[in-house]
């Protein structure tokens, strides 16, 4: 028995070992994963009632009970909104791979499974605390708050819908699921799915530019009658989710090199440029080691042993590090009126017209003209035979 016991701890032990090396290994493959539920979400409502006079429920919202989605008994639409906020979950500057979003369906009217989609929202809008759980189920939710969303607008007595009749401003679908019939069956848009990859382009604009993120909005069946699916909301206890794969962003510093120059690089690409990686996150300032040599001044005598940010700030050129004047003698400059101008002699005419014109014969060629006597003495410039052109030359 005793051997038994061991053979098992053995084989239990040898199982964990393998289920840890498999977390590694997935993490290491697909990256990091973020599980969230909504910031905020809500349910905007169509049509009205058929009292007498009529309730308006497009006047009407639902920010703390459940969501609606689908098309009702009277023929009026339900759209829930949802918004998950990633700012401290996935970090800024991710890749995001996959996406999947899941809402519990807790009641549902037909018995028949339904396509359901989800669209960005592209107007923020308001949540709010009325719960119309209370009201006969909550179907017809209940009355608006000042800056709740609803049918008609995006925050009530504030700001209306764009679009023409109400039902929230929305883009193109990126989203779709088949939500089959019965209660507690969970609705999944996964990325992966055909046709979801919108679902990763709406999340990867979110991370980046999170003024942009104003959520889905989820649409049901508005085409067959007590399509509605009533779904649990983020105030109740099974939530929506949206699980985001990513991968996070390579870690930078300030890579510092022996010329003193900085760049912000990954670790690894600073070590393969030969550089040395600091604790400074930014190159500005500069805080990188600077070399120090000779320096030619804006006044163009030479100074040693001045660090080369001294030296370019105050207007010189670096010479190099280690560099001293007395030693690399290097040129800073040309002395002004060393040399006397070059006059080139007059250009004697080759011949007369019958007229009494003279007539002159130039042609261009290339020749070499020290233009100063501290200057390089191999300078090409161009010139006309008997006359010196002129080029800027350049130090030696």
Not at 1 to 24: G, Q, W
Not at 194 to 208: F, K, P
Not at 316 to 339: K, R, Y
């Amino acid at each position: 028995m005793l051997r038994t016991n061991d053979n098992l701890r053995h084989s239990l032990l040898h199982l964990a070992c393998l289920a840890f090396v498999l977390l590694i290994a997935f993490t290491d493959a697909f990256g990091a994963i973020a599980v969230l539920n909504p910031e905020k979400d809500n349910t905007i409502f169509e049509g009205q009632s058929n009292s007498n006079p009529p309730d308006d429920f497009e006047d009407n919202s639902c920010g703390a009970g459940n969501l609606f989605s689908g098309e009702t008994d009277d023929v009026f639409a339900r759209r829930a909104l949802i918004k998950f906020n990633f700012a401290g979950n996935v970090p800024a500057g991710s890749t995001i791979s996959s996406v999947i979003l899941t809402l519990e369906v807790n009641r549902e009217r037909d018995g028949a499974a339904r396509t359901y989609t989800i669209h960005p929202i592209t107007k923020d809008w308001g949540e709010g605390t009325v719960n119309c759980d209370e009201l006969a189920g909550g179907g017809a939710g209940g009355p608006a708050d000042p800056g709740d969303a609803t049918w008609l607008n995006a925050k009530f007595q504030q700001i209306g819908w764009d679009t023409v009749g109400g039902g929230g401003d929305f883009g193109a679908a990126t989203g779709s699921t088949s939500i089959a019939n019965g209660q507690s069956v969970t609705a999944t848009w996964d990325s992966a799915d055909l046709g979801n990859g919108g679902m990763v382009t709406d999340v990867q604009a979110w991370v980046d530019t999170p003024a942009i993120n104003h959520g889905w909005i989820v649409i049901g069946d508005e085409t067959a009658v007590k399509s509605v699916r009533r779904f649990g909301s983020q105030e109740g206890a099974e939530p929506p989710v949206l699980t985001v794969e990513y991968t996070p962003p390579a870690s930078t510093s300030a890579c510092c090199f022996t010329n003193g120059d900085c760049s912000v690089l990954t670790a690894g690409d600073c070590t393969q440029q030969g550089g040395t990686s600091s604790a400074e996150a930014s190159c500005v300032p500069n805080m990188c080691p600077q070399p120090v040599g000779a320096c030619c001044n804006a006044d163009e005598s030479c100074s040693d042993t001045v660090a080369r940010d001294v030296c370019e700030t105050g207007g010189g050129f670096f010479q190099g590090a280690g560099i001293a004047c007395s030693t690399a003698q290097p040129n800073c400059g040309l002395e002004p009126f060393v040399d006397a101008l070059p006059i080139p002699p007059v250009l004697a005419p080759t011949g007369t017209r019958p007229d009494g014109v003279e007539q002159y014969q130039i042609t261009v060629q290339t020749a070499q003209q020290q233009l100063h006597s501290q200057a390089c003495t191999s300078v090409n410039i161009a010139e006309f035979p008997g006359t010196v052109g002129t080029q800027e030359t350049r130090l030696c």
